[in-house]
């Protein structure tokens, strides 16, 4: 169910290469990893002119073996200095533009297959420049943050969108009100409460995830100030749901702390998932930091794929 107005009260290490591994459809090879937690599907198509449909990413997460939050699939790079251009798919096969923790795992095995440790990848969000020191730290530069409501986006003006009119339950005592809204690489809502676990998030995320009010949907979370360098994260994912972790929605509640006052501009990130340390550096870039760890390897061996348009 959609509310219909906006402001009305709303009920191992991997050692394997799997790049130049596809020679046919049935050869596809995918690489199935987490970032805390945050399920993770790598498919490198570089050197191919396939394409995955939305039905095709859909079906791919609904098998047990492979289902993903994002799935992370590899292009040709459209210039010269990035490694790939990376289409991210969600669960439902919609496309999201930006993936933090996806990126971290394939910033690992880039690493692991090239002996490298610093990559650039072009997003459907922006570039996205990656650092890996060990499985334990890989760094993403998440960009700069945007908080015009256009660029978000919203679909009325806010002039302020530290704190925007939304609210779910009574209008005179509201579960959750007062949301942030920022986009890093994705649209984000951030709402500001005294326990996370005790938001029905499960309930309240797609309902707010489809408000009239995010033309592009949005991805919710609730968060808990802790002190000045840590917050405590839940986040309903837009196209995913409920998560053990979102790396943008940290970076969306740490840039929207520090903007209020709440926070200084490192912080430690607690969610379902583990911790990740975000940092609002004084250059407006975001730089997520955290893990990322290979669950198993196998084979689409039975998905045709589309030519590509």
Same mark, same amino acid.
């Given at each position: 169910?959609?509310?219909?107005?906006?402001?009305?009260?709303?009920?191992?290490?991997?050692?394997?290469?799997?790049?130049?591994?596809?020679?046919?459809?049935?050869?596809?090879?995918?690489?199935?990893?987490?970032?805390?937690?945050?399920?993770?599907?790598?498919?490198?198509?570089?050197?191919?002119?396939?394409?995955?449909?939305?039905?095709?990413?859909?079906?791919?997460?609904?098998?047990?073996?492979?289902?993903?939050?994002?799935?992370?699939?590899?292009?040709?790079?459209?210039?010269?200095?990035?490694?790939?251009?990376?289409?991210?798919?969600?669960?439902?096969?919609?496309?999201? *533009? /930006?993936?933090?923790?996806?990126?971290?795992?394939?910033?690992?095995?880039? /690493?692991?297959?090239?002996?490298?440790?610093?990559?650039?990848?072009?997003?459907?969000?922006?570039?996205?420049?990656? *650092?890996?020191?060990?499985?334990?730290?890989?760094?993403?530069?998440?960009?700069?943050?945007?908080?015009?409501?256009?660029?978000?986006?919203?679909?009325?003006?806010?002039?302020?969108?530290?704190?925007?009119?939304?609210?779910?339950?009574?209008?005179?005592?509201?579960?959750?009100?007062?949301?942030?809204?920022?986009?890093?690489?994705?649209?984000?809502?951030?709402?500001?409460?005294?326990?996370?676990?005790?938001?029905?998030?499960?309930?309240?995320?797609?309902?707010?995830?489809?408000?009239?009010?995010?033309?592009?949907? /949005?991805?919710?979370?609730?968060?808990?100030?802790?002190?000045?360098?840590?917050?405590?994260?839940?986040?309903?994912?837009?196209?995913?749901?409920?998560?053990?972790?979102?790396?943008?929605?940290?970076?969306?509640?740490?840039?929207?702390?520090?903007?209020?006052?709440?926070?200084?501009?490192?912080?430690?990130?607690?969610?379902?998932?583990?911790?990740?340390?975000?940092?609002?550096?004084?250059?407006?870039?975001?730089?997520?930091?955290?893990?990322?760890?290979?669950?198993?390897?196998?084979?689409?061996?039975?998905?045709?794929?589309?030519?590509?348009?």
């Amino acid at each position: 169910m959609r509310p219909h107005a906006y402001r009305q009260t709303i009920v191992p290490v991997p050692t394997f290469p799997i790049y130049g591994r596809m020679s046919a459809p049935s050869a596809i090879r995918y690489v199935k990893m987490n970032g805390l937690g945050n399920e993770i599907v790598v498919v490198d198509l570089r050197g191919s002119t396939k394409r995955f449909t939305a039905e095709e990413a859909s079906a791919i997460a609904a098998r047990s073996e492979t289902h993903f939050d994002q799935m992370m699939v590899l292009h040709d790079p459209p210039r010269q200095g990035l490694d790939a251009q990376i289409l991210i798919y969600n669960t439902d096969g919609s496309l999201a *533009q /930006a993936c933090g923790n996806g990126t971290r795992c394939v910033g690992l095995l880039a /690493a692991r297959d090239t002996g490298r440790s610093a990559f650039s990848y072009e997003t459907a969000g922006g570039l996205l420049d990656v *650092q890996v020191v060990s499985p334990a730290s890989i760094s993403v530069d998440m960009g700069e943050p945007r908080f015009g409501w256009q660029d978000i986006p919203l679909s009325e003006p806010f002039h302020d969108t530290r704190r925007i009119e939304l609210q779910v339950g009574p209008a005179d005592k509201p579960i959750i009100h007062s949301p942030a809204v920022v986009n890093v690489g994705n649209p984000h809502a951030v709402f500001w409460v005294d326990d996370p676990a005790a938001i029905d998030l499960g309930r309240i995320g797609p309902m707010l995830e489809y408000h009239p009010l995010f033309p592009e949907r /949005a991805n919710i979370s609730v968060a808990r100030i802790d002190s000045r360098e840590a917050i405590t994260l839940r986040t309903w994912e837009r196209g995913a749901g409920l998560t053990r972790a979102c790396g943008s929605a940290a970076c969306a509640a740490a840039v929207s702390a520090a903007r209020i006052g709440l926070t200084g501009r490192k912080v430690t990130v607690t969610l379902p998932g583990g911790s990740l340390i975000i940092e609002w550096r004084a250059d407006n870039h975001i730089i997520m930091t955290g893990p990322a760890e290979l669950e198993h390897e196998g084979t689409l061996d039975d998905l045709p794929l589309a030519a590509a348009s």
